[in-house]
Nanobody, 120 residues
Framework: QVQLVESGGGLVQPGGSLTLSCEAS????????LGWYRQVPGHQREWVAT???????DYIDSVKGRFTISRDNAKNTVYLQMNSLQPEDTAVYYC??????????????WGQGTLVTVSS
């Protein structure tokens, strides 16, 4: 079984910064794609950023230049550095891992979510 555990959410003022972390644990041989999504209550979950094992990185347009995704493959951990945060970034942020190879098959796994609130 594979689990994702997020940390780093909280309350921050507009213009501030936060760094989210997500560590994968369990029976893991490799993880192809690690990413972050976010969801505002009453809205659909929205893709934010992904980083592949081959080094490809993509962002939704609204966070380009403000957010940075990175991964530490040795630690099976992905980070999301968020700068210049705005109230519209307020959401529950979810970590996602795709094509997690456990040795017996491939999985997709979601974290439990961490709340980011941007408010003065």
């Amino acid at each position: 079984q594979v689990q994702l555990v997020e940390s780093g959410g909280g309350l921050v003022q507009p213009g501030g910064s936060l760094t989210l972390s997500c560590e994968a644990s369990g029976s893991i041989r490799s993880i192809d794609v690690l990413g972050w999504y976010r969801q505002v209550p009453g809205h659909q979950r929205e893709w934010v950023a992904t980083a592949t094992s081959r080094g490809r990185i993509d962002y939704i347009d609204s966070v380009k230049g403000r957010f940075t995704i990175s991964r530490d493959n040795a630690k099976n951990t992905v980070y999301l550095q968020m700068n210049s945060l705005q109230p519209e970034d307020t959401a529950v942020y979810y970590c996602n891992a795709k094509d997690v190879y456990s040795g017996t098959g491939y999985l997709e796994v979601w974290g439990q979510g961490t709340l980011v609130t941007v408010s003065s």
